[in-house]
């Protein structure tokens, strides 16, 4: 049976639907909550709480019936599992956190909240957000519904895969080293990391502070519009939110305005609304390791912007090979920082049997971190120590200063926005990187050096290619723009969307 998710393609749509009163906000969520245990399979929530799902929802339909709703009242959303949330569970997808429920919401979960968006509960991620695969969960993997042997990526995996197989409208998010793009790219759904700092990062568990980022994932670039302009906005609890971007306030509207403006200059040129648009496509993502499928579906992609009126523009980012070891130097460091906090005495797992103060802060980490974690916070312990920190950690950072420059240098000089792969190849088998830790680390060469130099981009559908269990499985296009420049990245991807329909398709329907 069609359920009313799958029927209104667009958050828009099913907006004006509750609006217009064709069904009640407690219906949906009812609805979505039926649609989230018949997909347990997914694996995708870790959480469900119908009690507090439909007090939301109460309170939509109250909202519509007073005329009072917001932007997105009625509309069911979930949250990644490393936003700390009331009333749900908050675990990051560890151990250590097996049972915490937050006194108090996220920013971005309490700004959702205040548009009138229903949550439905808890998504799957890895564990405290490091991983590739949504493989490295205390929950267990989430699954990816195009081909439940296959990974859905990560670490938002749970988040990417609740919104391919439509269980909601939309879902919240992380970003650190492309944990939004990659699972958006290997689900087919669109996905967006904005600036760094153009979200809120307060009550999102930290695992790389100067790296994370909140991002949504939805179906259609327009959708991700209403939610990063609500998302967004200068926060005060956070000392790495900005207060102005280019000029303008960061606040709410902000990314709606600089939208309708780009679509309004697009749609002004007629038959070819992105005649002007530079598209620059880096070499260096072409090279060695991309697969011929998806490398045919990226080509297909850029040629359909050619026709909409785009030039494409050959680029060089000559470091992109640095970032993968710049960034498994940083993200490490900045974890073992962040994770410390995580010692058995204030809050998470205690052990149940030590001998003194150091055996249990010892036993309590040794038990609740899973092995993925453990093995990073020991690298990031060791670029630290002494002997060590001038030879990796600062070096990593130089390096990281020559990446955010050479986006600069093109960025300003030679294209508006870049356009590659978002992954090397499709949605590989779960358990294909068991046996080599360092191998997922190559899934990210394409997302890592936009965390390192802070830059916004984002991952819509593009194509599909045969998997290794020989099904169809989602490909990703990434584009990428100068700082706060989101609008001009939605408006590009909805132009594309107008006149494809990779983006359209749900799992288990095709």
């Known amino acids: 049976m069609t359920t009313a998710l799958q029927r209104f393609s667009t958050l828009a749509a099913l907006r004006q639907a509750l609006s217009d009163r064709q069904l009640s906000a407690t219906e949906l969520a009812q609805e979505a909550l039926a649609s989230v245990r018949a997909h347990d399979n997914l694996n995708a929530f870790v959480h469900v709480d119908a009690d507090l799902t439909l007090a939301q929802a109460r309170q939509a339909d109250a909202m519509l019936a007073a005329g009072t709703a917001g932007p997105l009242t009625g509309v069911p959303i979930a949250h990644k599992d490393v936003f700390v ?13 097996k049972n915490y429920v937050s006194p108090f919401d996220a920013t971005v979960v309490s700004r959702l909240l205040a548009a009138g968006a229903v949550s ?25 519904p195009w081909d439940l042997t296959a990974v859905p990526g990560g670490s938002s995996g749970g988040s990417a895969g609740a919104v391919a197989a439509r269980l909601v409208m939309a879902a919240t998010g992380t970003d650190t080293g492309g944990s939004v793009r990659q699972p958006a790219a290997l689900c087919g759904v669109s996905g967006i990391k904005p600036t760094y700092g153009a979200v809120s990062r307060y009550g999102m568990i930290a695992y790389g502070s100067s790296l994370d980022q909140a991002g949504p994932l939805a179906v259609h670039a327009s959708d991700l519009v209403e939610l990063l302009d609500v998302m967004s906005g200068f926060d005060p609890r956070d000392a790495t939110s900005a207060e102005t971007c280019n000029g303008q306030a960061n606040a709410p509207g902000r ?6 403006q780009f679509s309004s200059q697009y749609a002004a040129s007629g038959a070819q609304p992105l005649k002007g648009l530079r598209i620059g496509v880096p070499r260096e993502y072409f090279g060695d390791g991309l697969s011929s499928q998806v490398g045919a579906a990226i ?3 850029l040629t359909q912007f050619e026709a909409l009126g785009a030039q494409r523009v050959e680029i060089s980012l000559p470091h992109t090979r640095l970032s993968i070891p710049a960034y498994y130097v940083i993200a490490p460091a900045e974890a073992s920082s962040n994770l410390s906090r995580y010692d058995g005495v204030r809050y998470g797992h205690r052990s149940d049997a030590y001998t003194n103060l150091a055996d249990m ?25 002494h002997g060590y920190y001038d030879a990796y950690y600062l070096q990593a950072q130089r390096v990281r200063r020559m990446i955010a420059n050479d986006f600069q240098a093109v960025l300003t000089q030679q294209c508006d926005v870049i356009m590659g792969p ?8 779960m358990g294909a990187d068991a046996d ?36 169809a499985l989602p490909i990703g ?22 006149v494809t329909d990779w983006h359209q398709r749900i799992a288990g329907q095709e």
């Open 85 to 97: 949330t009331q009333g749900w569970r908050s675990t990051a997808g560890s151990n250590i956190l």
């Open 120 to 144: 439905l509960g808890k998504l799957n991620c890895d564990e405290f957000a490091m991983g590739s695969g949504n493989e490295h969960s205390a929950h267990g993997p989430a699954r990816n």
């Open 255 to 260: 990314i709606r305005a600089d939208f309708v």
């Open 299 to 301: 080509e297909a992609a």
């Open 361 to 385: 802060t010892s036993r309590s980490r040794a038990e609740g971190f899973g092995a993925e974690v453990q093995r990073r916070i020991l690298v990031g312990t060791y670029v630290l120590s």
């Open 422 to 429: 978002v992954t090397p190849t499709v949605a590989k088998p």
């Open 436 to 471: 080599d830790p360092t191998a997922e680390m190559l899934a990210d060469i394409y997302t890592l050096s936009l965390n390192l130099a802070g830059l916004p981009g984002m991952s819509i559908p593009c194509g599909f290619a045969a998997g290794a269990s020989g099904r």
């Open 477 to 498: 296009l990434q584009i990428i723009g100068n700082y706060f420049d989101e609008g001009r990245l939605l408006a590009v991807a909805h132009q594309y969307q107008q």
